[in-house]
C-alpha cells in the first residue's frame, strides 16, 4: 500500500522495487498485489496489472471500504504499507489510520520518513501508527535509534531493513560514457525528483573553483520536477537553477535532463558517472534511495550530512559534507578528482559494501518478518510422539514410532536444530534437551561421533561400523552450533552443547 508507478514519487519506485523482487523470490506461492494511492479523484493514472485498488488519499470512507474488504478476503494475509506523511491525506496523513484501524490483517509499517522533533499532531499519528502495526520497518540504524527515544512503546517491533539497489555487473565509466556521447567529459552526478530541498545551488557555486583544474567536468542534473512541487510552484526552482548556470558562466560545465528516468536509463547514468553528488538540506532525512542507487552501482559519492549518509558513506566510500557549505563541496571534488587512482578504489570499495542492500535480500527480510504472522504456529505434537526420554525415534508406522530401529544421530540432529529455531518455551526446551542428552550419549571418548543406537539405548556397533559416519557428524556440529549461537536458548543448554 502506498504511492505506485507511474505516479512520479519515490515511495512509488520502493513499493515496485520491493513488489517485484517479492514476488520473484517467493515465486508462484504468493501472489503480491497494491493499493495504489492517488493524490486526487482526477488523477488518470494508467496503472500495471498488479494496482487492484487505486485510493483517493483525501477520501475517508476509502480507506475504510478497504481494509472492510481486506478483512473479507481469505486470500489476503498480510499488508505492507509503505508509510510517508505526505501520501495519505488528512492532518500529517492521519487518513491511513481509518485503514489501519479497521483492518484486522497482520501489518507491517515502512517508515521512510522518522522525525526526532516531530510536531505534537504528528507525533500522535505516529505513535497510532505504531500502536495499530504488527512490525515497524526503519531503513536505518539511526532511524531506530531516534524511533525507540521518541516512541518507547516502539521498541519491540522495530525492525532495520535497508533501502533496496538493483543488481549490476561492476564497471568502470568508460563504456558507458562512449553509448553516452560523453567520453571526453569527467562526470559528476545529481539524480532525483527536483525540488528546493535538493540543495543542488550549493553544488553550483562549489563549480568554479573545481573546474579551474578540472576542466573537462560535467555535472549532470537528471530528473524532473517533483509533481507535488510543480502543481505549487511551477518550474520556478529549476529555473533559478538556471540562472544560477548562466550567472556562474557554467553553461558548458551544467546539464540539464528534465525528464523522469526509466530504470535502465538512470543505470547507464549512473556507469558513466565519476562522482554521485547527494545534496540534499534536510539533516533529519532518513534515507535517500538515489544515494543507495549510486553506492549499489559502485560509484564513489560526496554527500550532505543526514542520518543515512553518516551510516554508510566512509572515508573508503566517499566524503560526507556539511549542508549548505560550497566550499565544502569543492574541497571533497577537488580531493577525489585529483587521485583517479583512490576513485577507482572507492568505486569498487562502494559496490562490495552494497551486496546486502541487493533487492532480492530486502524482499527476503520483509518476508521473514510476515511469515512470523502469516504462516499458522508450528505443530510439535507429532515431534514429541516420536520422541521418548532417550530421543528421537528413526521410523514411524504411520503416526507411530516404530522403536525396533532404535535411533540415529542424525535425526536428533535435525530435531535440534528446529528446536533451536523455534521461539524458546517451556515445551520446546524440553525436547532440545532431550536431543542435546542424545547428541553427548553419541560422542565417544576421542571426539568423535557414532550414529546409531538400538532400541535398548545402546551402541549399534556393527551399523556403526560398516557405515559412514562423517554426514551425521556434520549434522551435529551443526546442531550444537544452532544452540550456542541462539541467544533465547537456556544457558544449561548452551553449557551442554559447548561441553
Known amino acids: 500500500m502506498g504511492t505506485y508507478p507511474p505516479r512520479e514519487c519515490g515511495i512509488a519506485t520502493f513499493n515496485q522495487d520491493l513488489l ?49 474488504e481486506y478483512n473479507n478476503n481469505p486470500l489476503i494475509t498480510g499488508v505492507i504499507i509503505q508509510h ?74 522495530v525492525h532495520v531493513i535497508p533501502h533496496g539497489i538493483h543488481q549490476t555487473i561492476f564497471t568502470g565509466t568508460t563504456t558507458a560514457k562512449r553509448k553516452l556521447k560523453l567520453q571526453k567529459a569527467t562526470i559528476l552526478t545529481t539524480f532525483g525528483l527536483l525540488s528546493r530541498g535538493k ?19 560535467l555535472y549532470l542534473i537528471l530528473g524532473e520536477t517533483h509533481p507535488v512541487v510543480r502543481r505549487s510552484e511551477g518550474e520556478s526552482y529549476r529555473n533559478e537553477l538556471s540562472k544560477l548556470v548562466t550567472k556562474l558562466k ?45 553506492l549499489g552501482s559502485g560509484r564513489a559519492v560526496i554527500s550532505t550530512e543526514f542520518a543515512q549518509s553518516k551510516e554508510i558513506i566512509t572515508k573508503e566510500t566517499g566524503r560526507l559534507v556539511p549542508i549548505m557549505k560550497p566550499k565544502a563541496f569543492s574541497k571533497a571534488l577537488i580531493e577525489l578528482l585529483d587521485s583517479k587512482e583512490d576513485l577507482m578504489k572507492m568505486h569498487k ?43 528421537l525415534f528413526q521410523f514411524a508406522k504411520l503416526g507411530l514410532p516404530d522403536k525396533k530401529f532404535g ?10 536444530v528446529i528446536c533451536s529455531r523455534l521461539t524458546a518455551s517451556p515445551y520446546n526446551n524440553k525436547l532440545a534437551s532431550i536431543y542435546l542428552r542424545f547428541i553427548k550419549k553419541c560422542q565417544q571418548a576421542d571426539g568423535t561421533f557414532i550414529n546409531y543406537v538400538d532400541h535398548h539405548n545402546k551402541m549399534a556397533a556393527i551399523q556403526n561400523l560398516n557405515e559412514d559416519l562423517e554426514d551425521a557428524t556434520a549434522r551435529a556440529m551443526w546442531a550444537l552450533s544452532e544452540v550456542l549461537n541462539n541467544k533465547n536458548m537456556p544457558a544449561n543448554l548452551k553449557k551442554t552443547a559447548k561441553s
Not at 118 to 146: C, D, F, G, Q, Y
Not at 250 to 260: A, H, I, P, R, T
Not at 411 to 416: G, Y
Open 20 to 68: 517485484t523482487s517479492s514476488q520473484k523470490y517467493l515465486g508462484e506461492a504468493v501472489s503480491c498485489k497494491v493499493a495504489a494511492m492517488n493524490f486526487t479523484s482526477l488523477d488518470t493514472y494508467v496503472y500495471p496489472p498488479e494496482v487492484a485498488w487505486k485510493i483517493d488519499q483525501s477520501n475517508k470512507e476509502a480507506y475504510i471500504d478497504l481494509a472492510t
Open 84 to 157: 510517508e506523511y505526505g501520501i495519505y491525506g488528512g492532518l500529517d496523513g492521519e487518513n491511513i489510520l481509518l485503514f489501519m484501524e479497521t483492518c484486522r490483517k497482520p501489518i507491517v509499517v515502512t517508515l521512510h520518513t522518522v522525525l526526532p522533533k516531530p510536531s505534537p499532531n504528528m507525533k500522535a499519528v505516529t505513535a497510532r501508527i505504531i500502536e495499530r502495526a504488527n512490525i515497524i520497518v526503519v531503513l536505518t540504524e539511526s532511524s531506530k535509534h531516534i524511533l525507540e527515544k521518541v516512541y518507547p512503546q516502539s521498541i519491540n517491533k
Open 199 to 217: 540543495g543542488i545551488e550549493y553544488v553550483l557555486r562549489a563549480l568554479p573553483e573545481i573546474i579551474e583544474r578540472h576542466p573537462s567536468l
Open 250 to 294: 557554467l553553461d558548458d560545465f551544467v546539464k540539464f535532463y528534465d525528464q523522469y528516468l526509466s530504470l535502465p536509463e538512470l543505470m547507464e547514468f549512473l556507469k558513466a558517472t565519476d562522482i554521485y553528488i547527494s545534496t540534499s538540506i534536510n539533516p533529519n532525512q532518513a534515507v535517500s534511495g538515489t544515494l543507495s542507487y549510486a
Open 349 to 391: 570499495t562502494a559496490f562490495k559494501k552494497t551486496r546486502p542492500m541487493l533487492w532480492s535480500n530486502v524482499a527476503l527480510k520483509y518476508s521473514k518478518l510476515l511469515k512470523q504472522y502469516v504462516l499458522p504456529p508450528v505443530n510439535l505434537s507429532h515431534l514429541a510422539k516420536m520422541t521418548d526420554e532417550y530421543g
Open 407 to 416: 535411533y540415529t544421530l542424525d535425526d536428533n540432529a535435525r530435531a535440534l
